[in-house]
């Protein structure tokens, strides 16, 4: 199971940090992944970061300005988003895959959770 926290209402420029916390099983052999969904769109990849390197990966529409991590000992993954945009807004899902081959594919993520909307005012 995985459970995201920390979204909320934000004024443009600002900054949020959302958390996802994992219970059931140990998610360190897994890459883990941010998605979001706006409202009427295809949920999209925003970054992901890779299971035992840690490399991350990130959407162009959010290079610079987020940083994903993750902390194994406490299976949680975190995106720290920063300048934060109108066009952020979005409800932001994480989600986590076995296979990194499909690290940046929506349809390949083996577990998710329930969604966190974040709102960027202008």
């Known amino acids: 199971q995985l459970v995201e926290s920390g979204g909320g209402l934000v004024q443009a420029g600002g900054s949020l940090r959302l958390s996802c916390a994992a219970s059931g099983r140990t998610f360190s052999s897994y890459s883990l992944g941010w998605f979001r969904q706006a409202p009427g769109k295809e949920r999209n990849f925003v970054a992901a970061i890779s299971a035992f390197t840690g490399n991350p990966n990130y959407a162009d529409s959010v290079e610079g300005r987020f940083t994903i991590s993750r902390d194994d000992a406490k299976n949680t993954v975190y995106l720290q988003m920063n300048s934060l945009k109108p066009e952020d807004t979005a409800v932001y899902y994480c989600?986590?895959?076995?296979?990194?081959?499909?690290?940046?594919?929506?349809?390949?993520?083996?577990?998710w959770g329930q969604g966190t909307q974040v709102t960027v005012s202008s």
């Open positions: 989600a986590a895959v076995r296979n990194i081959a499909l690290m940046h594919t929506t349809g390949g993520y083996d577990y």
